[in-house]
């Protein structure tokens, strides 16, 4: 039998995605990689995903049949340092592709709502459209996209993919996105009672919790290939709302939390990113349905997360 390996598998997307195909297909099926030395009871592998030597080797000798090519640097992180950003991203995505095509391997690759820029219809974007993006990011992300659609048309790789909107979870905490304050506001509104948010208040974004994009992307893989229209990227949608949208949603259940904010430089990409996407195309070809709106979003997130934070105060050695 043909194994799974994911990259960037300690990821926010990555952990609980790696839980989900483990429940799915068995804990010694699905094999995470990454690039830290890992202890690890389950199957891991050492990985850096600009190395295609070794992405080989991996291939090969832990027979793999499919690749969920999470491994990439998010748009906050990357305005901070492009060339990783390109390097990681585009080199990376390229060798799993040469490889899936040499293998014949399924793929599974997240591109993103920063596809699109300023130039977008901001409301209701459609599938396909105009994609100037303003961040190196989005910049990797459209390359990802044409390069996903040229190896699919030209070699025939089964690769498919969604443009992710903001995830919200509590498993892993997301690492230097725009939309990470939707995952910072809960912990500091439980902990502090406060957050400051880098964000204005009427910054409305598309966002999704964590159960419906392990859907999607199960969904998605599940489908029969025939029914699979875009090789690029699929626009994928659940809800969208404003930061002081969520900030009243959590205050229905923490009345006295407060958010201030200040905003920074993560505003301008923010403020180049739609406000709601149409994902009718997903729909029609593989079935898409969300099932979280804001409300259930918020009571499910403030109930896990106050247990996980209330389990891991318990567990700190007491100081003397
Ligand atoms: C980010 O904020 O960079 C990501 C994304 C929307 O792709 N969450």
Not at 47 to 66: A, K, M, P
Not at 92 to 100: C, D, F, H, I
Not at 152 to 181: E, K, M, Q, W
Not at 274 to 298: C, E, K
């Amino acid at each position: 039998m043909k194994t799974i390996l994911v990259t960037g598998s300690s990821g926010q997307v990555g952990s609980d995605l790696v839980a989900a195909l483990r429940k799915q297909h068995g804990a010694m099926e699905v094999i995470e990689s990454g690039r830290e030395v890992a202890e690890q009871l389950l199957p891991y592998e050492m990985l850096d995903v600009t190395d295609s030597q070794r992405l080989g080797e991996i291939i090969e000798q832990d027979r793999v049949g499919t690749i969920y090519h999470l491994a990439g640097i998010l748009s906050a992180k990357g305005e901070r340092n492009p060339h990783l950003c390109w390097n990681v991203n585009v080199n990376g995505l390229r060798n799993v592709l040469e490889a899936a095509k040499f293998y014949q391997l399924q793929v599974f690759w997240p591109s993103s709502i920063a596809v699109f820029g300023a130039n977008t219809p901001k409301v209701n974007t459609p599938q396909t459209t105009i994609k100037e993006p303003s961040t190196i990011y989005g910049i990797t992300k459209v390359t990802g996209e044409l390069l996903c659609q040229y190896y699919a048309h030209r070699f025939g790789v089964d690769i498919r993919s969604l443009r992710l909107p903001g995830i919200i979870s509590y498993n892993t905490p997301p690492g230097g996105g725009t939309t990470d304050f939707a995952v910072e506001i809960f912990s500091e509104a439980i902990k502090k009672g406060s957050y400051t948010c880098f964000v204005r208040p009427e910054t409305c974004l598309p966002m999704m919790y964590m159960p419906d994009a392990i859907k999607a992307i199960l969904d998605l893989m599940r489908a029969e290939p025939a029914a699979i229209t875009v090789r690029s990227s699929y626009n994928l949608a659940a809800v969208s709302f404003s930061v002081a949208e969520l900030v009243a949603e959590i205050q229905k259940h923490l009345p006295d939390f407060i958010c201030h904010y200040q905003p920074d430089f993560r505003q301008a990409i923010a403020d180049s990113w739609p406000s709601v996407i149409d994902d009718t195309q997903a729909r029609i070809d593989w079935g898409w349905q969300h099932s979280y709106d804001l409300p259930a979003i918020v009571a499910d997130m403030l109930e896990h997360l106050s247990r996980k934070l209330a389990k891991e105060e318990a567990l700190q050695p007491i100081s003397s």
